[in-house]
Nanobody
């Protein structure tokens, strides 16, 4: 059983930056591909970015390309989401997730077996 704990959310002004982190425990981190999703109030959970177990392949949701960067530090069992040039529409609860298929960069929530509790990101205009 893998446990995921997100951190780093908060309130930021439009144009600002935030870095989210997700610490994993309870499993072998390199057995899993990792991803970030987000969910705004009243909306479905949307894909943001995914990275394979060794970081060799990355997939981004088109609207965040060039503004967000996903990375992982396998020595620290942690995946990151660096967010630049934040926009009010980035406001959401951000979740990290683990996929047992270590080579996958799936954008579908059902591909992921483990989820964190989420961290709130609020971007003011």
């Amino acid at each position: 059983q893998v446990q995921l704990v997100e951190a780093g959310g908060g309130l930021e002004q439009a144009g600002g930056s935030l870095r989210l982190s997700c610490a994993a425990s309870g499993g072998t981190f390199t057995d899993y591909a990792m991803a970030w999703f987000r969910q705004a109030p009243g909306k479905e959970r949307d894909f943001v970015a995914a990275i394979t177990s060794r970081g060799t392949r990355i997939n981004y949701y088109e609207p965040v390309k060039g503004r967000f960067t996903i990375s992982r530090d396998n020595a620290k069992n942690t995946v990151y989401l660096q967010m630049f040039n934040l926009k009010p529409e980035d406001t959401a609860v951000y979740y990290c997730a683990a996929n047992r298929d270590r080579y996958s960069t799936s954008s579908y929530p059902f591909s992921y077996s483990y989820w964190g509790q989420g961290t709130q990101v609020t971007v003011s205009s």
